[in-house]
């Protein structure tokens, strides 16, 4: 047993708060605040130092640090609320190239995704309730082409990536692709999500695509997906963690500093015991994360998806009731946008409802357990 | 007992609703659909509030003798709750708390101006109480009116004036006896937000709803324009509050959410050819806010009845505002949950009204805990009158 990080995660741990506090002041978000949620100069900052390369093979231009130091800049990234896209282009996006794809892929782009110098964005998401394989975007094969046809939701980023990694459903199973984002037939519909981040609906319209731009496909696509999912869901766990530290640390200096009636309002018992109970959520939901982003690297994918979802379970109720927490406890401070807390409330919310929810997580954890259970009384 | 609504009373909520049907113009609907009008201000919505005037709804609850129809607090609590379920954003406070108030206690020259124009629906009165330094501890307020020959002279600055940018008038509290007990030195005013020295800038929330500080330099008011005895303020702002607090916490709202919710994930197919509305999930989360939704209905409708009765306790406004405001927050979100992460997209042109309108609310529907007499306060109002318990230190 050992709860620490070792020297380098820790110097990876330092690094990435210096460099993403330079960059995210309020002053600064604010810059964020409509538009793209992208900072170029901070990925490139990122890049120079490189970071976005710490999980990326060595051989490919990275440092070839492990999943859990790579979940460390995500932390952080969630403990600044930076304008980045750690997760759909770092996490689904390289490390699920790394692992499933080819080296000929590989090597043509992840050097790119490390130096940032192209932009890799994952579109996975459907409009359908989560989960790893997708349904609704069908991919037809004809020879040495592909047909694509469906669409697919709230991608992040998707106007400024050069590549996109999609999943399909194939006639035998799931598929994984890669393709430039100006691909013909491949339409964009802009939305903006809660925490003001633009998000787009990509509808695919007979999309042709060469067999080589097929990552994989046949029967260890479904698994790979799933991988890939449990990946997503620990990383978001881990930006979760971020917000959520700060969102509570915040709530403690607001109230020591406050004064009411002659008294800081931290004094008030109401007010210290609310703030305590979002200190012990927030403890277990540590907890449970860290265990989701070891299991997925250690343990079997049964357990490691057992792990993910309860880490995402607690990410969601732990978001829900730590943010409820800071906003009530600041008063009116909480809402007004030029105090910095709102950003944190709104990606904590976006958060929670991305790469699915406590309650139907709830249920899939429970259908899982159920088939353990019988499946032990039967062997 | 005779748990629901009378023969005459579900008539009058049909009436009603046929009512705001007709009032709910496709201009209205455009405008307070656009980002940033939601909260009222626009000609469609003045237009509106006029209709309403001229029709005698605002005047409903009013006593006859202020030119109301004096309606029971059922039949208010219905005409209430309808027209928050469409979304019109109705000036609660003007019309309930600020009228009222001023009709009974205020000069002639307020009555025939401020006070008509609320019943005619051409006046919007914003409110200023709170201050940076004053909020939960609303009687620590510093701005001043101090008395120069016969008129007053008012500085100091207000936080969180909501509306100011669009009302005419504020209600404003101020301190006209720094020397006595903090509760015994406050004073109500009307403030025109044309008078000189009046100012505001503007603070954007989280819910993207725009609220304003508010400054007052050297503002000078007849002494027409003071409302109730110098000095005895606090009574008009408390029996304001009460008020204020039913109606943040009527279950139209809530209700109607879950309504459309349902009505979506009955109607929505999954890709495997299954209804949303048949996982057990979404079923097990429609019926916890059915269930929570029940009880709010509940309370609201029997504190209504006891205020027509005169038994209304002290601890039942608590209650309802507690309850209330928590409940909304887990409301919104189980109801999100179950459409899922397109319940995070911002209202446009492109989604779903329903996801937008779920967006929306849940975004503004924090500030209720807080807000209005906060939460922690009103539990130990509940412990103390309710339960008989020593009150804790405040
Ligand atoms: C969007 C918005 C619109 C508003 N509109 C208006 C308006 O139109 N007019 C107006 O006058 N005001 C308005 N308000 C102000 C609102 O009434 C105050 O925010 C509220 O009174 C709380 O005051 P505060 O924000 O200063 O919080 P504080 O009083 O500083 O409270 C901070 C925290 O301390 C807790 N606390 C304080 N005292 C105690 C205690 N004794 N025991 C236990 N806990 C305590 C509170 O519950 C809260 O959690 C608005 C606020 C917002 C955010």
């Known amino acids: 047993m050992n709860f620490e990080l070792t020297d380098d995660q820790r110097d990876v741990q330092v690094l990435s708060r210096k460099i993403l506090e330079d960059y995210c002041t309020n002053e600064q978000l604010r810059r964020f605040d409509q538009g793209e949620r992208f900072d170029p100069i901070l990925w490139q900052e990122l890049a120079t130092a490189g970071l976005l390369g710490i999980s990326i093979d060595e051989q490919f231009g990275g440092m070839g640090f492990d999943f859990e130091t790579l979940c460390l ?48 964005i994952a579109a996975f998401s459907e409009a359908d309730h989560a989960g790893a394989v997708p349904t609704t975007l069908k991919a037809t094969r004809s020879g040495q082409r592909w047909q694509l046809q469906g669409e697919k939701h709230f991608v992040p980023f998707a106007k400024l990536a050069q590549h996109l990694l999609i999943s399909a459903q194939a006639d035998d199973g799931a598929a994984l692709f890669m393709l430039p984002s100006d691909t013909e037939g491949l ?154 807390l709102w950003r944190y409330c709104l990606w904590a919310k976006q958060l929670e409802l991305t790469l699915g929810n406590s309650a139907e997580l709830t249920e899939q954890l429970g259908e899982e357990t159920a088939a353990e259970f019988k499946q032990a009384l039967h062997n | 007992m005779q748990i629901e609504f009378s023969a005459e009373q579900k008539a009058l909520q049909q009436e009603i609703k046929r009512y705001l049907q007709q009032l709910f113009t496709p201009e209205l609907t455009a405008e307070l659909a656009a980002a940033g009008a939601e909260e009222g201000g626009g000609p469609e919505f003045r237009k509106a509030l006029r209709q309403l005037g001229a029709d005698g709804y605002i005047s409903m609850s009013w006593p006859k003798e202020l030119g109301g129809k004096e309606a029971s607090a059922i039949d208010q609590y219905i005409f209430t709750e309808e027209i928050i379920r469409t979304g019109f954003p109705y000036p609660f406070l003007t019309t309930e708390a600020c009228g009222p108030v001023m009709a009974e206690h205020a000069s002639e020259e307020v009555r025939e101006t401020v006070v008509k124009g609320i019943l005619r629906g051409e006046v919007v009165v914003a409110i200023g109480y709170s201050e940076p330094g004053a909020g939960t501890d609303l009687a620590a307020l510093t701005t001043r009116a101090e008395k120069e020959g016969d008129d007053w002279v008012i500085n100091g600055q207000k936080i969180w004036t909501s509306l100011a940018e669009y009302s005419d008038y504020v209600w404003l509290a101020a301190r006209t006896d720094p020397n006595a007990p903090k509760h015994k030195g406050i004073t109500m005013f009307v403030v025109p937000t044309n008078a000189e020295g009046f100012s505001m800038s503007p603070i954007w929330t989280l819910g993207s709803v725009r609220t304003n500080a508010t400054f007052y330099e050297n503002i000078r008011l007849k002494d027409e324009w003071r409302v109730g005895e110098v000095n005895q303020g606090w009574k008009l702002i408390t029996g304001q509050l009460n008020r204020e607090r039913l109606s ?41 806010v059915r269930t929570g939704l029940e009880a709010l209905k509940l309370v609201c409708w029997k504190q209504a009845w006891a205020m027509d009765k005169g038994t209304l306790q002290m601890a039942d406004a608590s209650v309802a505002k507690v309850y209330g405001t928590e409940f909304f927050l887990e409301n919104y979100r189980m109801l999100m949950e179950i459409v899922g992460q397109a319940s995070t997209l911002r209202r446009d042109e492109h989604t779903d009204a329903l996801m937008g309108a779920l967006e929306h609310r849940y975004r503004t529907g924090s500030i209720l805990t807080f807000g209005g007499g906060t939460n922690e306060v009103q539990r130990e109002i509940i412990a103390g009158a309710g339960l008989w318990m020593p009150r804790g230190r405040l």
């Open chain 2, 248 to 288: 943040l916490v009527t279950h139209g709202q809530a209700e109607e959410l879950y309504l459309r919710v349902a009505r979506w994930a009955a109607n929505t197919e999954s890709a495997n050819g299954k209804k949303i509305i048949d996982r057990g999930w979404v079923k097990y989360n429609l019926a916890k």
């Open chain 1, 187 to 340: 339409r964009m519909q802009q939305h903006t999500s809660t925490a003001g981040e633009h998000q787009y609906a990509l509808s695919f319209n007979n999309v042709e695509l060469d067999d080589n731009q097929c990552v994989l496909a046949g029967d260890k696509a479904a698994a790979a997906l799933t991988e890939i999912n449990n990946l997503g869901v620990a990383a978001t766990c881990a930006q979760m963690l971020g917000i959520c530290e700060v969102m509570l640390r915040t709530t403690a200096s607001y109230t020591s500093e406050r004064e009411q009636f002659g008294v800081k309002v931290a004094t008030f018992q109401a007010v210290g015991q609310r703030a305590a109970d979002s200190y012990i959520d927030v403890e277990c939901f540590r907890l449970v994360t860290q265990k989701a982003i070891y299991a997925v690297e250690h343990e079997s994918p049964r357990d490691a998806l057992a792990a993910c979802l309860i880490a995402k379970i607690w990410a969601g109720d732990a978001g829900h009731r730590v943010s409820h927490a800071a906003q009530h406890l600041h008063g009116g401070m909480g809402v007004d946008r030029d105090y910095p």
């Open chain 1, 73 to 120: 800049l995500v932390e952080e990234v969630g403990r600044c609320v930076a304008p980045v896209p750690v997760i759909s282009s770092l996490v689904l996006g390289a490390v699920a190239l790394q692992r499933f794809g080819n080296d000929d892929v590989k090597r043509s782009v992840l050097p790119d995704v490390a130096s940032g110098k192209s932009l890799l």
